[in-house]
C-alpha cells in the first residue's frame, strides 16, 4: 500500500487507473479500493483528490512565478477553472488568494511560534526579575515580552548524489512520536540488518500547516548498498540527487519544526531560489548523535532549483 501511495504522488498530474495502481500493491483488483478505503480511513477517489490540492497549494506558495494553469495541470486538474472550483472548496479561498496570503500566513506561523515558545520557556515559580532584564538567551520582542532569540540561520548549498535507501512509513502527527519511530521500530530494524552506522534520512512528505496532522507521512530511511533485499515493511527507494539548500541542526527534537520554519518560511523567500518537487529531509549518522545531551545532531536539506 505505501507502494501506492508513492505511485499516487508521483503521477498527481496524469490520470489515475484503479487497475494499475492494484497491480502496484499487489491486490486483486476486486478487493483492493475496499481494502485501501480500509488502511487509509478515506477512498481512493477522496485520497488523490486532497493530494493534488495540497500539493497545488504548496506549489502556489513555493513557485510564485509559476501561472497558476500550469500548477493546475501539474497537480492533474484539466484546467484552470476546475482547479480552483475544488481548491477553494477545501481551503476556503482561490488559488490567487492563498498566493497573495502566504506572507501573512508566513508571519502568523512566526508569531505564533514564538508564544508558544514564551509560554515553553516561562518559569511561573521563577523570582521576578528587574525592569527589563532578560535572562541569557533571550530579548524582548516590540512588546517587551521575552522571547528566547536563535542565532541567525547558515545555510549552504550542496550537491547530493541520489541515495538508495530503505524506508519505514509512519501516518501520523509528526513531533515526538517520530522520535519514538525511529528508537522502537527504525532501530531494532537497522541492527538486524546490519546497518546501525548507516546514514539516515528522515522525509516529512507533507506540511502539516496543509495537511491535518492525523494524515501527515513520514519516511525513515536508511542509506543501503545496491542489491540489498528489504524484509517485512520495509520498501527500497531512491532519494534523488541534486543541489540542495542544508542548514545545520543540533538542538533538542522539540526545536526542529521551528527550524524547518525559519529554513523554509523565513530564509528561503528572500533566497532568489525556490523549493522544487524532490523531497525536503533531514540527514544524520547515528554515530553522531549523543542521547546524553539530548540534543539532534542533522542536515537540513531542502532540494532547491532558480526562480
Not at 483528490?49 to 512565478?65: D, I, K, Q, S, T
Not at 516561562?122 to 523570582?127: L, R, V
Amino acid at each position: 500500500m505505501n507502494r501506492v501511495l508513492d505511485h499516487i504522488d508521483r503521477h498527481l498530474d496524469t490520470p489515475l487507473d484503479l487497475a494499475q495502481l492494484a497491480d502496484v500493491a499487489n491486490f486483486s483488483r476486486f478487493h483492493f479500493h475496499r481494502v485501501f478505503a480500509a488502511w487509509m480511513g478515506e477512498t481512493l477517489g477522496d485520497y488523490a483528490r486532497r493530494r493534488r490540492l495540497e500539493y497545488g497549494a504548496f506549489l502556489l506558495c513555493c513557485r510564485p512565478a509559476d501561472a497558476v494553469l500550469d500548477i493546475a495541470l501539474a497537480t492533474g486538474f484539466g484546467s484552470g477553472e476546475a482547479f480552483a472550483r475544488a481548491f477553494k472548496q477545501k481551503f476556503g479561498c482561490t488559488p490567487t488568494a492563498w498566493r497573495a496570503g502566504a506572507d501573512a500566513r508566513r508571519l502568523a506561523d512566526i508569531q505564533e511560534r514564538r508564544l508558544r515558545r514564551r509560554g515553553a520557556d516561562s518559569n511561573p515559580d521563577q523570582a521576578e526579575r528587574k525592569p527589563g532584564q532578560a535572562p541569557d538567551g533571550q530579548s524582548r520582542d516590540h512588546d517587551g515580552s521575552v522571547f528566547f532569540s536563535e542565532p541567525a540561520m547558515e545555510v549552504r548549498l550542496i550537491d547530493l548524489p541520489a541515495t538508495r535507501v530503505a524506508y519505514l512509513r509512519k501516518i501520523g502527527p509528526y513531533g515526538p512520536a517520530i522520535g519514538e519511530f525511529w528508537r522502537g521500530v527504525v532501530k531494532p530494524w537497522m541492527l538486524s540488518h546490519g546497518l546501525d552506522n548507516a546514514e539516515c534520512f528522515g522525509v516529512g512528505h507533507d506540511d502539516p500547516a496543509i495537511t491535518a496532522p492525523a494524515r501527515c507521512r513520514y519516511d525513515a530511511c536508511v542509506a543501503v548498498p545496491e542489491g540489498f533485499q528489504a524484509g517485512g515493511q520495509a520498501l527500497v527507494t531512491t532519494l534523488p540527487g541534486g543541489r540542495y539548500a542544508a542548514a545545520v541542526f543540533n538542538a533538542p527534537p522539540a526545536r526542529i519544526a521551528d527550524a524547518w520554519m525559519t529554513l523554509c518560511r523565513e530564509w528561503l523567500p528572500g533566497s532568489g531560489l525556490q523549493c522544487d518537487e524532490r523531497p525536503l529531509f533531514e540527514r544524520f549518522r547515528p554515530a553522531d548523535q549523543d542521547p546524553a545531551s539530548g540534543r539532534f545532531v542533522c542536515e537540513l536539506c531542502v532540494p532547491v532549483r532558480a526562480l
